[in-house]
């Protein structure tokens, strides 16, 4: 007597099938989320941005920049920002400072770059007023996007170097049609 095996063979493909899906939607989700990541890692710390970051930290060093900040993030201003518009800096150097707004400001020279913010190395105190922007010496901090607030939560899983006591930040907008695009660069320098 020969025995029916098609109900059996229609259960296995079933089976295949439901495994086969359940695996293709793992891998899909775990593909996506490695894409993810690495597009923020393509608009978090671009090489060609670093390169840019490094120039205008050299045109801002050459103008004196770390004695300033000596004095402007040890007055617990955890993030600062808005160095060309600050009137302290560019005493009697109006050449510097029309220079300065442009080549940070509008972005008509040629880094296009939207903000430029400094802050101590260490970014735990960044953090906090990240997490909790009512506390007092946050207070004072510019607006920061979403995307530039995660940026800093990135930098800060990297804060293995200590050799360095301050940060430069910069905040990159490049337009592209009718679309803007974002990309952040950070630097540590003495």
Do not use: H
């Amino acid at each position: 007597m020969k025995k029916n095996k098609k109900g059996f063979v229609l259960a296995e493909t079933i089976f295949v099938i439901g495994v086969l899906t359940v695996s293709l939607v793992m891998i899909y989700f775990a593909f996506s989320t490695v894409i993810n990541n690495q597009k923020k890692r393509y608009y978090f710390n671009n090489p060609i941005y670093l390169y840019r970051t490094y120039y205008i930290l050299n045109f801002l060093n050459d103008l004196g920049i770390k004695s300033y900040l000596d004095t402007q993030i040890t007055n617990e201003k955890r993030i600062y920002g808005g160095v060309c518009l600050d009137e302290t800096f560019f005493v009697d150097r109006d050449k510097e400072k029309k220079l300065c707004e442009t080549v940070l400001g509008d972005g008509t020279l040629f880094f296009d770059s939207a903000n430029v913010y400094f802050t101590a190395y260490d970014l735990s105190n960044a953090l906090e007023c990240i997490d909790s922007p009512g506390i007092a010496p946050c207070l004072s901090w510019p607006p920061l996007s979403t995307n530039f607030k995660s940026f800093i939560r990135t930098e800060y899983s990297d804060n293995k170097n200590t050799d360095y006591i301050y940060r430069i930040l910069v905040e990159y907008r490049k337009k592209v049609d009718d679309k803007t695009y974002f990309y952040y660069a950070s630097l540590g320098f003495n």
